[in-house]
């Protein structure tokens, strides 16, 4: 790649991630405005408790082996993850749904930086315990895997489990979990990305389980660049 175009895939890059935060904080301010104390109330007190079961310690962590798994491509072919990592470093995306606005803006920055995603030969997966029929199963850039009853986030160390002032949060503005997800809608994934190299281990992993703070794609990349070959 010569240095103009390298230039401008920084400069691209920079542009992804400011609007990338940009929207984040505009969601943050939605929030605020449009949510009633009570129910802002409840989610922060999730978060407390995550943070207090030390959920960011306990799941895989850079070094670690990660379980393999399998899914159906996008040709309807079954395939495992440890056959993708022949070919070079994947990105695993773990979300919660499109439902939620968190989760929607970062599947949409993530798709912005497909291409330099492949430049670096990586493969990138969008996994979520949401099903196929609701979120399109598929997009045109990348995969989207069904993990149903949150199995391959479980093996990953982060699901947990919603309680009844969640779940009954949840179905007041609409959502029945196990109707979007096909499982009984208890448990939920919480939002994280890895990098999983070609030996299996984890590179990086960002894991927050503050809903709202998602990794940034210029970090993303910039990860990347450690594992991968330019092409």
Known sequence: MSTREERNNNKDNEMIQS????????????????????E???????????????MHTRCLQVGETVPDFG????????????????????????FRGLWC??????????ENIQSELTRLGC????????????????CESY??????DNKIARDFGIVYGLEQVERNLFESWGLMLDKVNGSDGRELPVPATFIVCKDRTIGFEYVDV???????????????KSFCDSR
């Not at 929207?23 to 449009?34: F, I, S, V």
């Not at 968190?102 to 920055?109: P, R, T, W």
């Not at 995969?143 to 149903?148: E, G, K, L, M």
């Open 19 to 38: 609007a990338f935060q940009d929207k984040l904080t505009q969601l943050r301010a939605n929030n605020c405005e449009e949510l009633l104390t009570p």
């Open 40 to 54: 802002l109330a409840i989610l922060t007190r999730t978060i407390a408790r995550l943070r207090r079961d030390k």
């Open 71 to 94: 899914f159906i491509d996008a040709n309807n072919i079954n395939r495992k993850l440890y056959e993708v990592l022949e070919s070079g470093p994947v990105v695993l995306n773990f």
């Open 101 to 110: 606005p968190y989760c929607e803006a970062q599947i949409e920055a993530y």
């Open 123 to 138: 493969a990138y997966f969008a996994i979520s315990p949401q099903r196929p029929q609701t979120t399109g199963g598929r």
């Open 143 to 148: 995969q989207v895997i069904y993990d149903r």
């Open 210 to 224: 503050d809903f709202r703070v998602r990794c940034c794609p210029e970090q993303l990349i910039e990860e990347l």
